[in-house]
């Protein structure tokens, strides 16, 4: 039997930046979440790259002019989405 999806939840910060995108940025950013929560692990996704620094155990991927910085919890297969930022914005 495989295991469940990841389950996805966005901080209040993410979810207010997300409603502020255009309908189809909003939409691009969803359906990427959607392909890393149904991925068995999301780490392996092509366009994941891990933070460096202080920022080393977050995560982000680019959706066209956008970055999305998340976290994992293996544990409880959780997906915390922290930010939705413009691609030439500092982390």
Not at 5 to 21: G, I, P, Q, T
Not at 71 to 87: F, N, T, Y
């Amino acid at each position: 039997m495989p295991e469940k999806s990841w389950s996805v939840e966005f901080s209040n910060s993410a979810l207010k930046a997300l409603k502020r995108l255009d309908k189809t940025a909003s939409l691009r950013v969803l359906d990427r979440l959607g392909e890393l929560a149904d991925a068995e692990n999301p780490l392996r996704h092509k366009d994941v790259r891990s933070l460096e620094g202080k920022l080393k155990e977050f995560y982000r991927f680019r959706v066209g002019e956008y970055r999305v910085i998340f976290e994992l919890d293996p544990r409880d297969r959780l997906i915390g989405v922290l930010a939705v930022i413009p691609r030439g914005k500092g982390y």
